[in-house]
């Protein structure tokens, strides 16, 4: 259960108003809650985003951020968290679980992106541009995303008018430790203008349980003939590069890897992008 959802009292679980909530309800109703604990003060509640529940008509995901103070003996330590509740006509959930799945609806829902997410750093494939504006974030030994990123790289490069790619570094070590320094790799590579080497590492085997990092970048030489040493892929603006990537990934509360948006919108099927493929030399043109 979400931390916001632990704050809230119980007595007000279901105390919207009689009638459809508005989004002043839903802000009155997480404020009543959190101020019933008298160990929190709240200082402020606000709607980040409002997007309907794929599937499930009527329901509605409102993404809250909330500042508040938590009484700690004398002193006071103040939190500012993003939560999501489930909201339809006056009723409230904490989440919201398929049966068949036993997956939670919580994890599937991701925050829109703004324009500054395409910028020189990110750009990979496509020309800046194009009409249509690709994000991804990965894993470089991530297996889903060895299926999904590779075809965004050649979709990207095959119209390049029509998409732009962006590429975001979310590598996650806890299950592919050995992805950290091939994600630097990466970033200290692009800057020097080769960044046709990440198309050549996601079509690569490493020992991805690897966590020896002049290990990883020996495999690496191996198998791509790139020489690197551990000294130049952590200089200080290569990990702030990855620690930037990471922030935004939790700023848009992504969860799993890979993450796709086209034109802003999270896509949780990766598929959204192919309505807009060509499907012959007269739509090429026609789609430009």
């Not at 020309?127 to 974030?137: Q, R, W, Y």
């Not at 965004?152 to 998409?163: N, Q, W």
């Not at 590069?241 to 099927?269: A, C, W």
Request: proline share 5%; glycine share 4%.
């Amino acid at each position: 259960m979400s931390l916001m959802w632990r704050l809230l009292s119980i007595s007000v679980a279901l105390s919207l108003s009689l009638s459809a909530a508005t989004d002043k309800d839903v802000i009155k109703f997480v404020k009543r809650g959190l101020s019933q604990n008298p160990d929190l003060k709240v200082y402020d509640v606000k709607i980040i985003e409002k997007q309907p529940v794929r599937r499930l008509k009527g329901w509605d995901a409102y993404i809250i951020a909330f500042n508040i103070g938590i009484k700690r003996g004398d002193s006071e330590q103040n939190l500012s968290q993003r939560d999501t509740i489930f909201v339809k006509d006056r009723f409230v959930a904490p989440d919201l679980v398929d049966i068949k799945t036993n997956r939670s609806l919580k994890e599937r829902i991701v925050l829109s992106l703004d324009k500054s997410f395409y910028d020189e750093k990110h750009h990979i494939f496509g020309n800046k541009d194009a009409k249509h504006k690709l994000v991804v974030f990965s894993d470089p030994l991530c297996p889903f995303c060895r299926e999904v990123v590779p075809e965004l790289f050649e979709v990207a490069k095959k119209y390049p008018d029509i998409f732009a790619l962006y590429y975001y570094h979310l590598p996650i070590q806890s299950l592919h430790p050995a992805s950290v320094p091939l994600a630097k790799a990466i970033i200290y590579l692009k800057k020097q203008g080769k960044k046709d080497i990440i198309e050549k590492i996601y079509k690569t085997e490493f020992n991805y349980e690897e966590h020896d990092e002049s290990k990883v970048l020996e495999e690496l030489d191996k198998k791509l003939g790139v020489k690197l040493t551990t000294k130049q892929i952590n200089q200080p603006w290569v990990l702030q590069e990855l620690n930037e990537d990471r922030k935004k990934s939790q700023y848009l509360m992504i969860h799993g890897t890979p993450t796709l948006f086209v034109d802003g919108k999270y896509d949780p099927k990766r598929e959204a992008y192919k309505k807009f493929i060509p499907k012959n030399k007269k739509e090429v043109k026609s789609k430009k």
